[in-house]
Every structure is written in structure tokens, then in C-alpha cells.
């Protein structure tokens, strides 16, 4: 029997598409610089069905859905990588703006795939306040650190540190909280007061400048395992370097 590849997380929030946006070929575009070989190029049909598109670029730049964009794919189902997005209501976004939310999976143990690459690439061309890709450990954890109405005491997992609700944030730009590999625009950089080369030594040593001015931070060498020691104390310093994250009091 074939193993299921582990799988890796990616989200980015960006301001709403407008009409006529090239944002969404611009993603798309950027994930194939970042994956040799990837291509894009089959969209999935209701019943699960994979179906080629000949003129990929006409698709993406016709079809608008849920304020987004149809979910894309590649045509190895060994290794899958996918890509969609949507428009989240104000109602449920920092700062009460609506935004658009860029959602891809990533096998993580495909040549040729380098997350970080793939997380710069969704968060410069859809212009993200931030973005982040979580492991699937994170991705199970994370949820269970945001403080629901009635939850006290809130005790999440491994000592992770509450969370508040992302409606709740006061601006789009402060990020709900850290993944393993997290995008940071300038102004989410500002946000969160990095990098301070006083104290951010140790996250500098992983990080990057974009184009753009914003910084692409990898907390771990290795995707982060919260059951390895040394990876969830990585973690635990991240939070407590950066207390604005996830509203827990200004920096």
C-alpha cells in the first residue's frame, strides 16, 4: 500500500479582489516559479472529477467564486498541491474588513516543493497582510487556542497560549497567530515589531526580506513537530517575543 504524503497547510489574508484583478494568475503564476515542475492546470468538478483546463489563465481570469477563485490543482495525485480562494465577511475579519482568504495544500516531502518559497510567492502576489503554513500537528492545535465566549478557563493545548476570536483583532494587518512558516507584509511586520536585532537573532537566522518589504519567518529548521521539545519551546519564544499576535496586549 502507497502512504498518504503528510500534508502541509497554507493560508494568506489579502485585501478583497476588485473587478478585473489580476491577483488570483499572479498566485497562481507564483506557486510554478516556486515548485519545479508544478503546474496548475485542472480544476475539480462537483463530483470530485478532475477536469484539464486548456486555457488556464482565461479560466482563472473568468471565473469568480465566493468573492475568490476557483480551486486549482496539479495532475499528479501522488504528490497534490492545491489552491483556491474566497472572500471572508467583515463580520468575521479584524477590524470588521472583509478580506480575501488564499487556502493551498502542500505535500511536504515532494522534491522540488519548497514551502517557503511557495508561502512567499501566495503572499507577494496576492498582496497578504500575512500568511502562515502549518504543519498538520499545528493545523489540529491551533483551533483550540482561540477563546470562545464561555470557555473560562481557557487551557489550550500544551501550553499554548490563548488566543483572542480574529474578528476581535483590531486591523487585518496583526496576525492571528504564528505558524511554522509565517509571511509577515511590512506593515504586519510593524505590527508585530520585527525584527528587533536585539532579540531576534535566533529568528533572523531563518528569516528573509521580500520584495516587498515584508519578511517571510521559519521558526524551526525542520517543519515544526509540537511533540519534539525543542520545536514547541521555538514556538512557546516566538509567542512571547511577539504578545501582539492573536490580540493578547500590544507589543
Not at 504586519?188 to 518589504?213: C, K, Q
Amino acid at each position: 500500500m502507497t502512504a498518504t504524503p503528510r500534508t502541509l497547510s497554507l493560508i494568506a489574508y489579502a485585501p478583497v479582489l476588485t473587478r478585473d484583478d489580476r491577483r488570483p494568475l499572479a498566485i497562481v503564476h507564483g506557486m510554478e516559479r516556486a515548485c519545479a515542475g508544478l503546474h496548475l492546470g485542472w480544476t475539480i468538478s462537483k463530483e470530485g472529477q478532475r477536469i484539464p483546463l486548456p486555457d488556464r489563465d482565461a479560466f482563472i481570469s473568468r471565473e469568480r467564486k465566493d468573492g475568490g477563485f476557483p480551486l486549482l490543482r496539479n495532475g499528479d495525485a501522488a504528490f497534490r498541491v492545491t489552491v483556491t480562494g474566497w472572500q471572508s465577511p467583515a463580520s468575521s475579519s479584524p477590524g470588521g474588513q472583509a478580506q480575501l482568504e488564499v487556502h493551498a495544500d502542500l505535500p511536504l516531502d515532494a522534491p522540488g516543493v519548497a514551502a517557503a518559497d511557495v508561502l512567499e510567492a501566495v503572499g507577494e502576489g496576492a498582496h497578504a497582510f500575512w500568511g502562515r503554513v502549518l504543519t498538520e500537528g499545528m493545523a489540529m492545535a491551533v483551533p483550540e487556542q482561540f477563546c470562545h465566549p464561555g470557555d473560562e478557563p481557557h487551557v489550550p493545548p500544551q501550553g499554548l497560549p490563548s488566543l483572542k476570536l480574529p474578528w476581535e483583532l483590531p486591523s487585518p494587518e496583526i496576525p492571528h497567530y504564528l505558524g511554522w512558516l509565517n509571511y509577515w507584509s511590512a506593515a504586519a511586520a510593524r505590527a508585530t515589531g520585527f525584527p528587533d536585532p536585539a532579540r531576534d537573532a535566533e529568528l533572523l537566522s531563518r528569516a528573509r526580506r521580500t520584495a516587498s518589504g515584508g519578511w517571510v519567518v521559519q521558526l524551526t529548521d525542520a517543519p515544526l513537530d509540537l511533540d519534539n521539545p525543542a520545536h514547541l519551546a521555538a514556538l512557546l519564544r516566538a509567542y512571547e517575543r511577539f504578545p501582539v499576535i492573536g490580540g493578547r496586549f500590544a507589543a
